[in-house]
């Protein structure tokens, strides 16, 4: 069954590359057997990141861009990620519903996504998702993470070029966002510029930039800052350039090898982590955890040694 | 039983219609019930919920309704997602909802609308079926 839908999916099959994405998302043996059948088709694709806090405009903005880059002849995909609730597994993905114009457009294939847990801003299956459109033919691939905090900065191990969105009059919320997410846009995005305060946060972040001089002129790339008005496209045309700009400068580089070998790192970090877990899972039942818990309580063993024990059991090394 | 957060869900309003009160209502509450839920909103083309069924793999179909276009909308939309292949209670599970009276719901059921709930239905009664029915999708049943 995997190998016709993979056959079916590199002719450019919308159904069968919407199955393979299902099969990765429900089920790790079949996402392992698809990823390692597929893997010498990918690494085309050039990976565009949206993140920015809950409502900033993330999905309009991708209505947009979309559109900017089938105007330049591209096939696009895109990966929308909304939260699933934790209490029930039941989730609203609500990213679509702003992308929908393009939805009959035979160059574009639109994914929604819910996070099953992941915590990370972007859900486990994501990495698998993208690769399969890679496969299928996109040229670039929009990924929109939900709406993050500042620690939610998984798409950096995803994307080429990560956009953050941000909108006026979150005041000392840009601060907050200074400490995780500022460090991991590539460009900034002052959205809602019709609202009062947009100037004011435009400012902001430049000067928060100036002030992080050493950090870019290591890295070569000052982030530049664009205010938009993702409804009325204001200031779409400028973002969609500087993203064109970061595109350039990684692809005229090594910076792009480096990228890419740092994702693959992460990704198999999270796979041999996955693995482990799952093989304690495996080895260890839920009466032999509540064993040591018992024994943890008793004070008679701590957490680290237990933790050990464990380890031990599931892979057989003392480790 | 299938596991609900692996039920994928698409609640569409298609044709001209601004009504989005009950489509709003049944998107919640299934979310509140565990699925997985996308909302695609008002002004819905047939076309664009059938390319929406097919990229999003979705399970199961649910049309609101309330602007008495049903009897033009839903057998087009079916016929759509024939053409790419996709059989109504074989591949997908379609509901609809809305003003629709008793006679015009008979006639869908019999050309592949699994059922058709109309105002005052109780969610329970929705989600009830939907656990009974979905199982017997070919892609729960491991066939495709
Ligand atoms: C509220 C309302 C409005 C509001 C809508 C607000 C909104 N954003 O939704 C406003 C005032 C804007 C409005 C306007 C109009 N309305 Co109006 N409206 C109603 C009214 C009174 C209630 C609808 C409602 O929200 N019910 C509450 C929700 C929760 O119930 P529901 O939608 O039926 O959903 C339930 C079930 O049907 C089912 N269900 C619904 N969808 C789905 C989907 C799935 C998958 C499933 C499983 C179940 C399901 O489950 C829900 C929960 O039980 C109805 C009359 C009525 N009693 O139904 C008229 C009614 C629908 N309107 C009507 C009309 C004609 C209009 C107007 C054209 C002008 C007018 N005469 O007022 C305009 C058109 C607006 C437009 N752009 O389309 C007519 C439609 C006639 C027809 N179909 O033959 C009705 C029936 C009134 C009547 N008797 O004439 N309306
Ligand atoms: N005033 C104003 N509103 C905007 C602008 N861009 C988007 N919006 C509105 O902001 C709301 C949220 O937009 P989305 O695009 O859904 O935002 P998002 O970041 O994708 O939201 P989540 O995915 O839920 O985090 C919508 O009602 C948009 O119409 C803008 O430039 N100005
Ligand atoms: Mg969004």
Known sequence: MINELIERMLKGDKRATAR????????????????????SNTGRAYIIGITGPPGSGKSTLVDKLIKKARDEGNIVGVIAIDPTSPFTG???????????????????????????????????ATNDAIKILDAYGCDIIFVE????????????????????????????????????????????????????????????????????????????????????????????????????????????????????????????????SSKIARKIGEKMGEDDIAVLIEMIAKREIDPYSAADLVLEKALGVKV | MVKRSKVRVLIAKPGLDGHDRGAKVIARALRDAGFEVIYTGIRQTPEQIAESVVQEDI?????????????????????LLGEKGIKANEDVLVLAGGIIPPDDAQELEKMGVGRVFGPGSPIEEIIGFIDETVPKLKKFRGES
């Open chain 2, 59 to 79: 399970d199961v179909l649910g049309l609101s309704i309330l602007s008495g276009a049903h009897m033009v909308l839903i057998p087009k939309i079916l016929k």
């Open chain 1, 145 to 272: 993470t939900v709406g993050v905090g500042q620690i939610e900065v998984d798409i950096v191990k995803t994307a080429d070029t990560v956009v953050l969105v941000t909108v006026p009059g979150l005041g000392d919320d840009i601060q907050a966002i200074k400490a995780g997410l500022m460090e991991i846009a590539d460009i900034f995005v002052v959205n809602k510029a019709d609202k009062e305060g947009a100037e004011a946060t435009m400012f902001e972040l430049e000067l928060m930039l100036d002030l992080e001089k050493d950090k870019w002129q290591k890295s070569g790339w000052r982030p530049p800052v664009v205010s938009t008005i993702a409804f009325t496209n204001k200031g779409v045309d400028e973002l969609w350039g500087a993203i064109n700009e970061h595109m350039e400068f990684l692809l005229n580089s090594d910076k792009i090898e480096e990228k890419r070998k740092f994702r693959v790192g992460e990704e198999i970090k999270a796979i041999v």
């Open chain 1, 90 to 124: 039941g989730a609203l993905l609500g990213d679509r519903i702003r992308m929908q114009r393009h939805s009959t457009d035979p160059g574009v294939f639109i994914r929604s996504m819910a996070t099953r847990g992941s915590l990370g801003g972007l859900a486990k």
């Open chain 1, 20 to 39: 393979l994405i299902t099969l990765v998302e429900n089920d790790e043996e079949k996402a392992r057997e698809i990823v390692k059948k597929i893997y």
